[in-house]
T-cell receptor
Framework: DAGITQSPRHKVTETGTPVTLRCHQT?????MYWYRQDPGHGLRLIHY???????DKGEVSDGYSVSRSKTEDFLLTLESATSSQTSVYFC????????????FGQGTRLTVV | AQSVTQLDSQVPVFEEAPVELRCNYS??????LFWYVQYPNQGLQLLLK??????LVKGINGFEAEFNKSQTSFHLRKPSVHISDTAEYFC???????????FGTGTRLQVFP
């Protein structure tokens, strides 16, 4: 299995609080991604990174920010959590662009109450 | 921009019957295509991928898919399913020259004895 660790695995937080999810990889892959999974929507790309300090927005980036200060870590921050951000969040990594497999973490289940 | 449409949200089938899960994509550039499987409470794992060459691609667990450029489709097939194939299946597309892996909304395959 690819070395991807998401933390925490489960979190319950209150509306309006900031939340940070961490994705840590040991594969030295260049590309890292954050997705959210919701019933009926599949996986939607939130933000992605193509190198240290190089990030860009995905399909559903509003209310989220990311940072990548080291190759191995990609942080997703919900600036002020809302109930609509209750979801399962997946981190993925890939070595190069496109023609290779993306490896996924086990997911973080976030509940905003 | 790329997009993926999975026409069937759920596919019920009896054990040992054949199955086809449909996937259509849209892209302004050439693409790489993928099928991922997600078992309950787990992350995603790669079933198969089309990068170039033969349009019929074989993957793990007896699955195969056929790339049809004229119909912009990448349907997944298995000639005889098992109970253990019960899972959610995601089609994904990566546009060449882009940094994004875009997923469809998923198809839940339920295999009945």
């Amino acid at each position: 299995d690819a070395g991807i660790t998401q933390s925490p695995r489960h979190k319950v937080t209150e509306t309006g609080t900031p939340v940070t999810l961490r994705c840590h990889q040991t594969e030295n892959h260049r590309y890292m991604y954050w997705y959210r999974q919701d019933p009926g929507h599949g996986l939607r790309l939130i933000h992605y990174s193509y190198g240290v300090k190089d990030t860009d927005k995905g399909e559903v980036s509003d209310g989220y920010s990311v940072s990548r200060s080291k190759t191995e870590d990609f942080l997703l921050t919900l600036e002020s959590a809302t109930s609509s951000q209750t979801s399962v969040y997946f981190c993925a990594i890939s070595e190069i662009r496109g023609n290779t497999e993306a490896f996924f973490g086990q997911g973080t289940r976030l509940t905003v109450v | 921009a790329q997009s993926v449409t999975q026409l069937d949200s759920q596919v019920p089938v009896f054990e040992e019957a054949p199955v086809e899960l449909r996937c259509n994509y849209s892209s302004s550039v050439s693409v790489y295509l993928f099928w991922y499987v997600q078992y309950p409470n787990q992350g995603l794992q790669l079933l198969l991928k089309y990068l170039s060459g033969s349009t019929l691609v074989k993957g793990i667990n007896g699955f195969e898919a056929e790339f049809n450029k004229s119909q912009t489709s990448f349907h997944l097939r298995k000639p005889s399913v098992h109970i253990s194939d019960t899972a959610e299946y995601f089609c994904a597309v990566w546009g060449k020259g882009t940094d994004k892996l875009i997923f469809g909304t998923g198809t839940r395959l339920q295999v009945f004895p």
